[in-house]
């Protein structure tokens, strides 16, 4: 049987109607339905036209969020020799070479990104079991496989976030937190949208953009207007 909503999450069910909404006026929404007792961040869950099971339809890329996420990102860099100092000085979390590929074999999770040097990742290979059903493989395309680390680490910290679509064509992503300003919450799902466009697999075909809805972590989810999100010009200042 389905588990029947809380009074709480049955009045805020109730707040939002089976529309699409103007992006303004669903993020407005989102903050009023973010009721929960802790800061909740905010969500934009995609339906794309996509196959991900024929290569040509995958996608894979990252977002670089103007106003941040939010969050405090913890990084693990795996490298060796000089780069394990330039790691640690450019505020990488956690550093270390074979032992760090060890500790993660064993189960240290204790991260949200994984950035390593190319001369790394033949041995990191073996972490592809436990990294990527998690979307933390390091890979090149997603900005995690580079001996620019100083760079890498600081773009990370400042609000990039890599995503890819799951096995059903859907797109998960964590877009700031329900503290945000309207504005600062539209520039974000903004630049999300411009970048999904713009990394559109080769493979895809006919309508691209199904559905979009946001939400607070534990409030109701909200279509947004995707014609009208496409249509909305940054300020000039972001």
Known sequence: MPKKPSRRMQGLLEQVEDRPY?????????K??????????????????????YTDQQLRTTVTFPKGT?????????????????ATDAGADVVGSDELIQEIQNGRMDFDVVIAT????PQV??????LG?????????????????????QEFKAGKQEFRADRTGIVHVMFGKESFSEQDLLVNLKALQETIDRDRPSGAKGRYWR???????MGPSIEVDVAALRDYKLPEAV
């Open 125 to 130: 290979a073996k972490l592809g079991r436990i």
């Open 22 to 30: 103007e992006p303004q006026q669903a993020l407005s929404l989102l």
């Open 70 to 86: 939010g969050q405090t990102v913890q990084i693990a860099v795996i490298t060796r020799g000089e780069k394990v100092n330039e």
């Open 32 to 53: 009023e339905t973010a009721t929960a007792n802790f800061e909740e961040t905010a969500e934009a869950h995609i339906r794309l036209g996509l196959n991900p099971k």
């Open 211 to 217: 559905t979009l809805h946001v939400s607070a972590s």
């Open 118 to 121: 190319p001369d790394m990742m």
């Open 133 to 153: 059903p998690k979307g933390m493989m390091p890979s090149p395309k997603g900005g995690t496989v580079t001996n620019e680390l100083e760079s890498a680490i």
